[in-house]
Structures are given as C-alpha cells and as structure tokens.
C-alpha cells in the first residue's frame, strides 16, 4: 500500500503561481506512475497530469498544457505540480494517485488507471 500526502494548494489571484507536492510512502517500490486529477465543486474529477514513476514521459491534458509543468524528485519520493499562469476555472481540490498495477506503457488519464488516492488538496484562483 502506497500513502500519498498532497500539500501546495492555497489562494492566488490569476496569473499567478503554485507549486504542488505528492509525497509518497509504504510500498513504493511498487510505483510506476503518479498522477494528478482535479475536481471543482458540482463537477467530475479531471485528469490534469501524468508522469512514470522513473521520471520519464509527462503527459498532460490539453486545459493545462504549455502552463502546468509535472515531475519526480527521486531521493524525496515527491512528485511536484508547478501551476503557472493560473485562471478562475483551474480553482478544484487537486489529487495524486498512484499506479502499482503493471501495465504495458502509454499515458494513463482514467481514474480507474490508478490504484491510490491522497486527499487532496484545494486550489483557488480569484480573478
């Protein structure tokens, strides 16, 4: 079993910055993707980003592309969510999931792609 630790989220007026952080423990030698959803009140929890466990292959849904940025610190088994140019509608609690079941390759963008959830944690961009 993988825990998982979100913390980051906060207030900030458009246009500007967060940084997001996933902090991963237990059993995470059986990791092989980390992934961030988002769900704003009244609505479906959204893929926003994905990256393999070793780093390599981001994959991002096409609202946040170009402006969020995803990737892994090794020693502190930490994946991070670097929120730039941020607007109104990207306001939702934000979550990182985990995948430990093995697959073949390719982005995984499905809830049901993954197989540990974190609590989240809020975002709110004011304009």
């Known amino acids: 079993q993988v825990q998982l630790v979100e913390s980051g989220g906060g207030l900030v007026q458009a246009g500007g910055s967060l940084r997001l952080s996933c902090a991963a423990s237990?059993?995470?030698?059986?990791?092989?993707?980390m992934g961030w959803f988002r769900q704003a009140p009244g609505k479906e929890r959204y893929f926003v980003a994905s990256?393999?466990?070793?780093?390599?292959?981001?994959y991002y849904a096409e609202s946040v592309k170009d402006r969020f940025t995803i990737s892994r610190d090794y020693d502190k088994n930490t994946v991070y969510l670097q929120m730039n140019s941020l607007k109104p509608e990207d306001t939702a609690v934000y979550s990182c999931?985990?995948?430990?079941?093995?697959?073949?390759?390719?982005?995984?963008?499905?809830?049901?792609?993954?197989?540990?959830w974190g609590q989240g944690t809020q975002v709110t961009v004011s304009s």
């Open positions: 237990g059993r995470t030698s059986n990791t092989l993707n």
């Open positions: 990256i393999k466990w070793s780093g390599g292959s981001p």
């Open positions: 999931a985990v995948r430990s079941r093995y697959y073949s390759g390719g982005p995984l963008w499905r809830e049901v792609d993954y197989d540990s």
